[in-house]
């Protein structure tokens, strides 16, 4: 009898801190921009900005001192191709530098006087090409459409000279040994497929750090205005919560840390279904989730970034400190889950780093299964580890709201 009143009034903690918690949630503009709002637009925004994939029509700068058909020719099918506009003609190199330096092209492609001298004298000719680095996407566009128009004029060359008869061996001279390019798990070719399933993942938990962390704070702060006393945030946090749940007893800690994690979960479990299975779709991305998979494995996501957050939370003494913590952890959190830079690039001490945010495993298996199709055991290491964090992130988060409860009763 005595086991079942004891469950009964831990359940009740439990959602009396829950109901605290909602409350309080849906009452702070901040709490409810970083827990609705930015989940909601913010993947909208990063999809449409990259929903090109591809970057089309970049404009170049055309050197030609060799004023010959072959050039002239060579220029006309460069700007025929989707990805480069021949958008200047200059009389030297160094105009063509000037316009690079003023960002009104992002490349030159100069002829030499002789190029089409050394043609006709069936020797090698040259043609160079100076991209703007700064810009790797433009590099990329200009160097593989250069690339390919000398292919194709090369071919045409070695037909013309190899005086064959039919089309079987014209095709056999220009390319003896034939092959398929075949691009794998991100059939466009694009930026976006390629980057936003990451930065779904890492906003998920940067906006659950920045929605927890400023509920901690502001309770704090609401505190110290109400008494005028200079008492730890989190101390008041607490005695506010072990009051909304009736009693300061050594369960009452974790009753309201579980009661708090309830909401945040009901909450993200919405926001993370949207941002993973809708989002995506919306703007036509590469996704080959299966359902059921994709629900167990953002199950101990979602946990270990609520825990996490809950103990990063307990350092946070100011609305504005969890601001720029996220902000300046944002992008090196990315770079180093391994889906901007390969991980095996990535240092020691950089990769043993990673393992300390839910965001590296949730990146890694949510791309490949997203990106890849590939299923829950396909990903098993990403999803013990998560597993792990949550594990080990609910322990810490409940040893740092005990002792800030026992703080208080040493206060009191």
């Not at 101390?235 to 909401?263: H, W, Y």
């Not at 969890?322 to 020691?348: H, K, R, Y």
């Amino acid at each position: 009898m005595t086991f079942a009143k004891d469950i009964k009034r831990w359940l009740c903690g439990v959602s009396n801190a829950w109901a605290d918690e909602v409350r309080s949630t849906f009452k702070d503009e901040g709490v409810l921009i970083f827990f609705i709002l930015v989940p909601l637009l913010y993947p909208l925004l990063y999809s449409w900005i990259y929903t090109n994939e591809v970057v089309r029509e970049v404009p170049v700068a055309v050197v030609d001192m060799s004023h010959s058909a072959a050039s002239r020719e060579f220029a006309r099918r460069l700007d025929a191709s989707p990805d480069v506009r021949v958008a200047y003609h200059c009389n030297n190199l160094a105009e063509g530098k000037d316009l690079v330096g003023r960002q009104e092209a992002f490349g030159v492609l100069y002829f030499p006087a002789d190029f089409q001298t050394d043609l006709a004298r069936m020797q090698q000719s040259r043609v160079s090409v100076f991209c703007d680095m700064g810009f790797m996407l433009y590099y990329k566009a200009i160097y593989q459409s250069v690339t390919a128009v000398a292919g194709d004029m090369n071919a045409a060359i070695q037909i013309e000279r190899a005086g064959n008869w039919t089309a079987r061996e014209d095709e056999i001279t220009t390319k003896p040994l034939d092959f398929d390019e075949v691009q794998i798990f991100n059939s466009t070719g694009g930026y976006g497929n390629f980057i936003i399933p990451g930065v779904l993942m890492l906003i998920i938990q940067q906006t659950l750090l920045l929605g927890v962390g400023m509920s901690a704070a502001t309770a704090r702060e609401r505190f110290l205005k109400r008494t005028g006393k200079q008492t730890d945030g989190q101390t008041s946090f607490l005695k506010q919560a072990n009051g909304s749940a009736g009693k300061q007893d050594e369960g009452s800690p974790i009753v309201m840390m579980l009661g708090r994690a309830l909401c945040y979960f009901m909450i993200y479990a919405v926001m993370s279904a949207y941002v993973a299975l809708i989002v995506p779709r919306m703007f036509s991305f590469t996704s080959l989730l299966h359902p059921a998979d994709t629900f167990w494995f953002m199950l101990p996501f979602v946990l270990s970034c609520i825990f996490f957050s809950m103990t990063i939370s307990c350092a946070v003494r100011y609305r504005e400190n969890v601001i720029l913590l996220v902000v300046f952890t944002s992008v090196p959190l990315l770079f180093i889950s391994g889906v901007s830079w390969p991980q095996s690039a990535i240092p020691a001490f950089w990769q043993w780093m990673s393992a300390l945010f839910p965001s590296t495993f949730g990146v890694r298996g949510f791309v490949r299964m997203n990106t890849m199709g590939a299923l829950l055991g396909d990903v098993c290491v990403e999803y013990v580890a998560l597993w792990l964090q949550a594990l080990v992130y609910f322990v810490t988060a409940c040893l740092a709201y005990r002792w800030r409860a026992r703080k208080l009763r040493i206060k009191s």
